[in-house]
Every structure is written in structure tokens, then in C-alpha cells.
């Protein structure tokens, strides 16, 4: 069975420009959680989807990010404008009973 | 606000010694607890968890202490080996129990052979 996979493993962006980062959960998950790591401090919580709907969004640092998961399945992460301080690891996580979540490699984005 | 403390930070042992790691949390309504252990250049993995109903779990190595009353709870490995190396993160659920994770700061192992 093929785990948590996400696109791109590492991205570099000058201040400004946009990235999308995506996530493809593990097949049958409904539940789909996207975290942040900055700067080697805790792992913080984004946004939970639930299938195509977002259950949760109260992590969104602001409005520059926009998640979306058409369909109930893989979803992205948009950040527009990046700023310097979006810079950090993103995690996707999936789980099919909001217990045992499954991690993704993560995305490491550098703004600079 | 919801919080988990972790310390330490970090923790050095030798190759064979015991590891503990610490954690508090705020929210009363948690009943979930996962551990992570993350290796260098790799995803978070699952690697030990507790229900709010249960006191203590063991694997192998591996063992996970918690203590309602006082919201906090511990993970234990003992015989450490050098790939016991890696950043270890605490986790808690939130009340509202949509499996949304509260994390730790994170605990960087590091097991000298």
C-alpha cells in the first residue's frame, strides 16, 4: 500500500512568487491534515478536510494560503504571495479514523 | 489555548542507557497521545500511542506512561541503540476530537555508540 505522498520534496522561491505544494493521501482516507514545522520549533496544525470539505481551518496562519482538495482526494496547499517567513516544513498527514494519522515526507519550502 | 510541552529538547545518551521524554498537555478532554519519531530526512512515523483509559503500553523497547490527573505523559526506551536516533515529537488530541494533533517542540535523540 503506497503511504503519504507529496510534491514537491523541496522548493526554493523568491519572495512574491507563488507555490502550490501537493498531497496525496493514502487511498480510502477520508480525513486529510495539512502541518507546518518552522524553524525546528513544534509542528503546528493547518487544516483538516474531510473529504472534499474543510473541517477545520483554524491553523491558516492568513489569507495568502489557500487549500483545496476537489474531488476527496489529493489535495494543495497554495501560498500567494510567499513571504519569508512561510518558509518551513509542510506536512500532509491522512487518516481513515481521525486516530492513527499517517505522515507524508513533507515539503521543504525556503522564501528568500 | 490547547498546549503540549516537551522537554528536554534535547538528550544525549550512550549506546545501552535509558531515554525519557516528557510531556505536559493543557486541554482535560485529550484522550488520544501518539509519539513520532522522525529520522533525518524522513516523514514523522508513528511509533507508540495511548488512550486516555489505559495507564501504560509497551513495545518492546518502547514504553508510554500516562497520568490523567496531572496531564502529563512519558515515553520511555530503554536499551537504546544508535538508530534509536532521531527527533521524537508528543502529541495530544483536541476535545473536539476530530483528530486534529497538538505537537510537542520535539526531542532530538542522539544515542552514542
Known amino acids: 500500500e503506497a503511504g503519504v505522498t507529496q510534491f514537491p520534496s523541496h522548493s526554493v522561491i523568491e519572495k512574491g512568487q507563488t507555490v502550490t505544494l501537493r498531497c496525496d493521501p493514502i487511498?480510502?482516507?477520508?480525513?486529510l491534515y495539512w502541518y507546518r514545522r518552522v524553524m525546528g520549533k513544534e509542528i503546528k496544525f493547518l487544516l483538516h478536510?474531510?473529504?472534499?470539505?474543510?473541517?477545520?481551518e483554524s491553523g491558516m496562519p492568513n489569507n495568502r494560503f489557500l487549500a483545496e482538495r476537489t474531488g476527496g482526494t489529493y489535495s494543495t496547499l497554495k501560498v500567494q504571495p510567499a513571504e519569508l517567513e512561510d518558509s518551513g516544513v509542510y506536512f500532509c498527514?491522512?487518516?481513515?479514523?481521525?486516530?492513527?494519522?499517517?505522515f507524508g515526507q513533507g515539503t521543504r519550502l525556503t522564501v528568500v | 489555548g490547547e498546549n503540549v510541552e516537551q522537554h528536554p529538547s534535547t538528550l544525549s545518551v550512550q549506546e545501552g542507557d535509558s531515554a525519557v521524554i516528557k510531556c505536559t498537555y493543557s486541554?482535560?478532554?485529550?484522550?488520544?497521545f501518539p509519539w513520532y519519531k522522525q529520522e533525518l530526512g524522513k516523514r514523522p512515523q508513528l511509533i507508540i500511542d495511548?488512550?486516555?483509559?489505559?495507564g501504560e503500553k509497551k513495545d518492546q523497547r518502547i514504553a508510554v506512561t500516562l497520568n490523567k490527573t496531572a496531564k502529563h505523559f512519558s515515553l520511555h526506551i530503554t536499551e537504546t541503540q544508535p538508530e534509536d536516533s532521531a527527533v521524537y515529537f508528543c502529541?495530544?488530541?483536541?476535545?473536539?476530537?476530530?483528530?486534529?494533533?497538538?505537537f510537542g517542540q520535539g526531542t532530538t535523540l542522539q544515542v552514542k555508540p
Open positions: 502529541a495530544a488530541t483536541v476535545s473536539s476530537n476530530t483528530g486534529k494533533l497538538i
Open positions: 498527514a491522512s487518516s481513515q479514523d481521525r486516530a492513527f494519522a499517517f
Open positions: 478536510f474531510v473529504k472534499e470539505s474543510k473541517q477545520d
Open positions: 495511548i488512550r486516555s483509559n489505559v
Open positions: 486541554d482535560s478532554a485529550s484522550n488520544y
Open positions: 487511498s480510502g482516507h477520508d480525513n
